[in-house]
């Protein structure tokens, strides 16, 4: 059993609400609030189709036991923590000088040189490694096909926001490929291949 939460949410989303109102000339600010979550779910998908955080954020990836390596799902470049729980239920963190982050991609954590980490029982999500990701510091800086794909995917929930049904498919090739230069492989974390 592996999880993977969100612990802390980017302080700014990569588009805002004057943006998108712009972009699908809406003028009056009835829907703000709807196209606020919009935009945060759009960018919730890109994050999931690029394999990577695009502004800072905070995760706890839960594992069963502690592996020789862990791979986090998403490429870190900030810090991590690695901690275990005592047969007490007792949260211990490993000696932040025991742990060594390959910032990736892929990201994995590994004990450092010379250091071998304890022995901690197969129990459901024993084992917690909290990390800060993100592929770009600023909102200023996030490449602009990422923020054009946001855009336009806000329009097509916004479109269909009143269905009670599935939306229509459509192939938007050419929107998707505006994600295409920055999807990040996500080099089998999602098919559970932590190294034991």
Known sequence: MAGLIRTVAPADLPVDVATVKSALRIDLSDDDTLLAALIGAASDEAEHRLHRAI???????????????????????????????????????????????????PSIVVPTHGVTWPTVGHYPDSVRVTFQSCSWETLAVVPLGIRQWIVARVGELYEYRERSGPAPAASHAFVDSLLAPWIIPDYGWRQCEQAR
Do not use: H, K
Not at 68 to 83: D, F, G, K, M, N
């Open 55 to 105: 502004l800072p954020q905070t995760w706890m990836l839960f594992l069963d036991s502690l592996p020789r390596q862990i791979r986090l799902p998403w490429p870190t470049a900030q810090s991590v923590t690695v901690e275990y729980c005592q047969d007490a239920g007792d949260w211990v963190a490993l000696n932040a000088n025991d742990v060594f982050l390959v910032s990736g991609p």
